[in-house]
């Protein structure tokens, strides 16, 4: 029992192993690109299109944080799950209450 | 003689579970800092012109500099976990010294910044800001309440990074002890099976020895893994989310003019 337990441990342990150095680099890379991006888009003037684009480049760059530095993308699926969780009860309480805030 | 079989005690480890336990905490952060930008999206919405106005008055350079900083801390940051994954004690040393260092960096330049408004006598409730129409008022409220509880968060993060720097620098002792020994004989040997020291009483009347107490000390880094990965990934989940929140920080904020 306990070493089968051990097994599996050790095979998640190694599945997790192989991520090189160099995928860090690339998403670093990338998150910098991004931020020019923002930086351009924002100095481009295009009204409320610049705040849904500012977001939207956030909401990606934050999206590749949390999968590779922070290794959502290796975890189990309950890691997953549970974030999934929280980042819809976000959503819930911003949506629902600034609907509510709109139209007063 | 008589061999008696040591092995360092080890103690039952919940790596998922303490991981899970570390994100059960980031959303309560998640949960803390999103209240705080539905605030800003309201009053957003309330004053759009006082906003756009007020904004504009950001130093967007400095907001651009630091996010390079933490972005750049973040990469830092995985890569001491990395190292440490792969045993590599003074490599996941250095790069944590370096996010530590951006860290400190990204305060100063916080401070500037702060300064620099405070100068111009923009912070809350100033006599200039009364002078000033309510929504730029609200959008400074929101400025400092913001950014301030991000920088005490990176504040705590330095501590947390500074312990864990302590923690993967020393090499700690561990006391051994071994009882219910009765033997006048005693053998210490290495993995390989060479002998350290070796303890015999022979002869008539020799006193036999009962208990061992050994003062161990780590000199390799054949665990260092088990012992500190699990720590230095959960601090590096916290980093990471500091950064994430300034992502979204930065260009509602500095940005959106």
Known sequence: MNETMNETINETMEKKNPRPFSTYILIWLGLLMLTGVTITVAGLNLGTLSVLGAIVIAAIKSTLVVLY?????????VFKIMLGLAIFTLVVILVLTFADVSYR | MTTVVGTMPQAHKDHTGARIGMWLFLFTEILLFGGLFLLYAVYRSKFPEDFHFAAGTLDTFMGSLNTLILLTSSLTMVLAVANLERKNRKYAAIFLSATMVMGVVFLINKYFEWS??????????????????????????????????????????????????????????????????????????????????????????????????????????????????????????????????????????????
């Open chain 1, 69 to 77: 530095f922070m290794h959502i993308k290796y975890e189990d699926r």
């Open chain 2, 116 to 257: 620099a408004k405070f100068h111009h006598g923009l912070y809350p409730n100033s006599e200039v800001l009364q002078q000033h129409t309510g929504g730029e008022s609200v959008f400074y409220s929101l400025y400092y309440l913001m950014t301030g509880l991000h920088g005490l968060h990176i504040l705590i993060g330095l501590a947390i990074l500074g312990t864990m720097l302590y923690f993967v620098i020393r090499r700690p002792r561990k006391k051994l002890r071994l009882s219910g020994v009765n033997s006048t004989g005693l053998t210490l040997k290495n993995r390989s099976g060479e002998t350290l020291w070796e303890h015999s009483e022979a002869g008539e009347g020799a006193e036999p020895v009962r208990e061992i107490e050994m003062s161990l000390v780590y000199t390799d880094n054949e665990d260092i893994t088990d012992r500190l990965g699990i720590k230095l990934e959960n601090a590096g989940l916290y980093w990471h989310l500091v950064d994430v929140i300034w992502i979204f920080l930065f260009p509602l904020f500095y940005l959106i003019t």
